[in-house]
């Protein structure tokens, strides 16, 4: 009887594609993935330029201004802090070296709840850590904080796959390796936060990198989202606005006349719905400018002008 040999699926035809997704993932992006040394703690960056620069989060390397880089090629870097934006929780780095592997930045507008995503950072110091998992939801909310100034991140990307400290900083990719986000936060298990990267981050980082910082208005006011009554509802088209609580004094909200309870439903010419709509509208462009307010006040429509002033910190 003759013997039959059967022969084996070589190790790459028994990856699966969900294998082989997450593998090619990991080995485009863990050269440009760094792990962040510093005097107290440290966490994960990202090199977007061949010069140099890292995003990280700006909690990762809250009250230093350097320290160390090692690259799973063995490279180890000094670095400098070129500017931090606490209340979208994002900085910028500068390492001293040139041809470094840059990442390629994706757009986290496209995803969709169900896809794919790739973890690569250095938890607890484990350099070059990659988990996998799916995005778990869009459009949550991440409140950060910079002194007495409270903001909340807008369109926050959860994820299951596994995050754990010294993650913070380290890149959320899609299947193509494109960088998607940057992780900040590890709420529960199997519930990891990220900051995306799109249109409104990619100003920030840009402003961190040339700026050292990135500017942003303020108007005086604490408030929250409150439906309109139905009749104003119909006749604006949209069915809530911003109730003013309070009117910080000697602001600019103050100066234009603003009160407790007015409801703002619109700013610039733009709508306002909730107070994410009123954050992405107050930024640094109307410093100092002359804007138009439409705020409801006892069931009536009021026009008023504001100089938004500039948010320290």
Do not use: C
Request: proline share 5%; no cysteine; charged share 20%.
């Amino acid at each position: 009887m003759a013997l039959r040999f059967v022969s084996l699926p070589s190790e790459e035809e028994a990856l699966d594609a969900y294998s082989q997704a997450v593998t090619g993932v990991a080995e485009r992006l863990s050269p440009s993935v760094a792990n962040v040394r510093l005097r107290r703690g440290g966490g994960s960056a990202v090199v977007i330029t061949p010069d140099g620069f890292m995003l990280t989060s700006a909690h990762v390397v809250a009250r230093t201004r350097a320290g160390r880089a090692s690259f799973v090629d063995g490279r180890e870097l000094e670095f400098q802090v070129v500017g931090s934006d606490p209340l979208s929780d994002l900085a910028v780095l500068r390492a001293g070296g040139r041809e470094l592997t840059a990442a390629e930045l994706g757009d986290a507008e496209q995803l969709r709840v169900g896809q794919l995503v790739v973890a690569i950072g250095n938890p607890h110091g484990f350099t070059g850590s990659v988990t996998a998992g799916v995005v778990s939801a869009l459009g949550r909310s991440l409140p950060t904080r910079s002194g007495a100034n409270v903001r909340v991140v807008d369109n926050v990307i959860q994820t299951d796959a596994a995050l754990n400290p010294g993650n913070s900083g380290g890149a959320l990719a899609d299947g193509r390796g494109r960088v998607i986000g940057i992780n900040t936060a590890v709420a529960g298990v199997g519930l990891g936060l990220a900051v995306p990267i799109n249109t409104a981050t990619r100003r920030i980082v840009a402003a961190l990198m040339t700026e050292g910082r990135f500017r942003r208005a303020y108007l005086g006011i604490a408030g929250g989202p409150r439906p309109l009554p139905p009749r104003l509802a119909r006749e604006l088209g949209r069915s809530a606005g911003v109730e003013v609580v309070q009117v910080v004094e000697g602001g600019p909200a103050h100066r234009a006349g603003m009160r407790p309870e007015d409801l703002i439903v619109e700013l610039d010419g733009t709508p306002i719905e909730g107070m994410d709509a009123l954050q992405r509208v107050v930024v640094g462009e109307l410093i100092g400018r002359a804007v138009r307010a439409k705020v409801v006040r006892e069931g009536r429509e009021r026009e008023l002008e504001l100089v938004p002033a500039e948010l320290d910190g």
